[in-house]
């Protein structure tokens, strides 16, 4: 199990805002913040990866398509929930590179959106499950 992952980011006070308004729909709560890092952990104490989040110390562009971080998936426990992370970072101004819908060339059932956070970071929301399940976090 991936105990957590870290990301640095050009811009630690958008970083804050932006991931404070999503993280809360993705299944996590905010595990610490301080002024030179950040954190999210699972709710209620369940199992999972936590997110760190760093102010990136050297200039650079990041690139999904370059050797590195490729993107961050969001496993949530409803479709709806997939289709509230899309209503949220639409509401954020996000570029949503894939709408919530049905992606048959990855193993079923697969539902999810794809986007990119403020700083070119490709984020997924995705559910495993082909029904509706009760929601709780």
């Known amino acids: ?49 936590y997110l760190f989040v760093y102010p990136a110390k050297e200039p650079a562009d990041y690139s999904r398509h370059r050797t590195g971080l490729q993107h961050v998936a969001f496993m949530v426990r409803s479709r709806s929930a997939v289709e509230a992370a899309h209503e949220r970072v639409t509401e954020l101004g996000a570029t949503v590179l894939h709408e919530p819908r049905v992606f048959p060339e990855y193993p079923q059932p697969y539902y999810a959106t794809f986007w990119l956070d403020p700083f070119g970071i490709m984020l997924e929301a995705v559910c495993h499950h082909d029904r509706e399940v009760a929601e709780h976090p």
Do not use: C, Q, W
């Open 1 to 49: 199990m991936i105990g957590h992952i870290g990301i640095n980011v050009p811009d630690l006070r958008t970083a804050k805002s932006y991931y404070d308004s999503l993280m809360p729909l993705l299944g996590f709560e905010e595990f610490f913040s301080a002024e030179d890092e950040f954190a999210y952990r699972p709710v209620n104490g369940k199992p999972g990866a």
